[in-house]
């Protein structure tokens, strides 16, 4: 699916991807659901994530974090509190160090609370985007507080992009639990 660049599309797109998700979530076996991931899921790729997530749990709670980033950014900056994107002390380089953060925040956090939440902050991220319209969501400098980013791009990168990360985890679990 190609990146959404209209209000239209992004809707679409987020909301399609997260049931393709869910379905390939409800199609796994509750034993795969609350399995440790396979050893070599830690090195099936080059970035952080792959040695950071250990089971569906981490996958969707670093999801939803995302997902308050977006909110709390969005939140904030409407209501003239100038916000970056990142909380302090992060940055585009030093936000792996912010993920292992949420990481470790939930590590007692249960699978099922952890699907609860992603429910929850999917729905408030889509009445969020409801509320913009397609030139304050695409057109660049609408927005001052975006940067040079429209705030669609920060949509799509925390939705449906984010979303197609997670199914590909998702697959990959269950590819080497069947082993």
Known sequence: MARATTKIDLLASAN???DKMWKLIESMSEGQQTATFAD???TAGKEAHWGRDKNLRDVLVHLYEWHQLL??????NTNGEHKPF???PYNWKTYPTMNVEFWKKHQNTPLEEAK???RES???VMALIEQFSNDELFAKGVLAWTGTSPL??????ATASHYDWAMKKIKLHIKTSKK
């Open 122 to 124: 999917h729905k408030e």
């Open 40 to 42: 070599e899921m830690a």
């Open 152 to 157: 669609g791009a920060y949509c799509v990168s």
């Open 86 to 88: 990142l909380p302090e």
């Open 116 to 118: 609860a939440k992603l």
């Open 16 to 18: 399609g991807q997260f």
């Open 71 to 76: 909110l709390d950014w969005v939140r904030a």
